[in-house]
């Protein structure tokens, strides 16, 4: 099983960033990604979100979403965690608005592998002592540090 400090980095970790609407929080998504990975383009990564969320929203509740998908030119599975300056609707089904995203990309036939690491986040993000020691850091490193090294 992988753990967030197999598929994150302090590159794909942004705390307090910009949260106009879920269109330009994904465009911020595509640009952070495609920054990092070279073999990922901007394109390719916001057309896959865009196209994931239209099939239902990745919002969990209680402020947390898991955009997620599969990209075929993605090598590895990796992973990106955000915090929101303000919370943005997310068409979470509690209707509250996010403020915690981790996204997920993994390559194209990693179904298997998508759904155990899928599911892996997931429970993390169900721990509310966890979000909210996520949801009180004040930088990136704190942020990132705090999500590779999950209280047991």
Same mark, same amino acid.
């Given at each position: 099983?992988?753990?967030?400090? =197999? ?18 929080? @994904? ?8 920054? =990092? ?5 901007? +394109?390719?990564? @916001? ?34 965690? %955000?915090?929101?300056? =303000?919370?943005? =609707? @997310? ?10 995203? @981790? ?7 990693? /179904? ?12 993390? $993000?169900?721990?509310?002592? $966890?979000?909210?020691? %996520?949801?009180?850091?004040?930088? /990136?490193?704190?942020?990132? +540090? ?7």
């Amino acid at each position: 099983m992988q753990t967030l400090s =197999d598929i994150l980095t302090p590159g794909r970790t942004v705390c307090c960033a910009p949260g106009v609407s879920k269109k330009r929080l @994904f465009e911020t998504i595509a640009r952070i990604i495609s920054e =990092d990975q070279p073999t990922l383009t901007y +394109d390719e990564v @916001f057309d896959h979100l865009i196209a994931r969320e239209k099939l239902g929203s990745t919002g969990l509740g209680q402020g947390i979403a898991i955009p997620h998908c599969r990209v075929e030119s993605c090598p590895d599975p990796l992973g990106t965690l %955000l915090t929101l300056q =303000d919370p943005i =609707d @997310f068409d979470a089904p509690d209707d509250q608005p996010v403020d915690l995203l @981790f996204v997920l990309l993994v390559p194209g036939e990693a /179904n298997q592998q998508h759904l155990d690491i899928l599911a892996h986040v997931a429970r993390l $993000f169900s721990r509310a002592d $966890f979000c909210q020691r %996520l949801r009180e850091a004040r930088d /990136n490193r704190q942020l990132y +540090d705090i999500a590779t090294r999950p209280p047991q």
